[in-house]
């Protein structure tokens, strides 16, 4: 078993050093792509800006109780469009969705909390971001999609994490990083507009 690992790994280093490297890419995150998946990745923004076009309306059929059920969720969205809904939501229930500014980036956009709140006046709290990374796309739509689902269960009266705690949501932490990830040739941007990882390089010690 040894000897055929051996003796395939052999033959992937002679496949790459004949040349198929040449048809390969490397991007931003240092991973080598083919060229179809250089121009998918690529294609990524402007595929999901045909989704829009077909998902529009989602704000004016907007339903409590049904928020998770949004046509907002078919597409992965800019960051005007994920504001202008979560706005939406908090316009319809004033009284347990709230926003708060709790920072601003480099570029002076400003960071949103958006506060989620059940029948209890409580103490203990939960918090919820995404897009720290900002080519992490499918972590905002999972940070609003749990958003959406509680807000539906709290407005319908049902048990929820409402219950016990003050949620808070935080759907983009890097504005700047994930709206240079919608620009043609960015889609992998990761970091902020300093190309700074977000992540780590705290001035502290862990």
């Known amino acids: 078993m ?41 294609n990524d923004a402007d595929v999901n800006r045909e989704c829009h076009t077909a998902n529009d309306g989602y704000i004016e059929t907007l ?35 709230t926003k708060e500014e709790i920072s601003t980036t480099v570029q002076n956009k400003t960071i949103y909390a958006y506060k989620l709140t059940g029948k209890y006046v409580l103490t203990r709290s939960l918090y ?10 499918v972590a905002g739509s999972s940070n609003l999609f749990a958003l959406a689902s509680i807000l539906d269960d709290v407005v319908q009266f049902k048990l929820s994490a409402a219950d016990s705690f003050n949620l808070y949501f935080v759907p983009i932490v890097n504005i700047d990083g994930y709206d240079i990830s919608w620009t043609k ?19 502290a010690r862990f």
């Open 2 to 42: 040894k000897t055929i690992a051996i003796l395939a790994l052999a033959s992937t280093a002679v496949t790459f050093a004949a040349g198929d490297t040449a048809a390969m890419a490397q991007g931003l995150d240092r991973k080598l792509r083919t060229d179809a998946q250089v121009q998918a990745t690529h």
């Open 63 to 97: 339903k409590a109780g049904n928020y998770s059920a949004s046509k907002f969720f078919n597409c992965f969205r800019t960051s005007d469009q994920i504001f202008e809904f979560v706005d939406a939501l908090m316009k319809q229930n004033p009284k347990i969705l």
């Open 128 to 137: 919820f971001q995404s897009l720290l990374h900002a080519r992490e796309w």
């Open 185 to 203: 040739g960015k889609r992998l941007q990761r970091k902020n507009a300093n190309e700074v990882d977000l992540n780590r390089n705290w001035p």
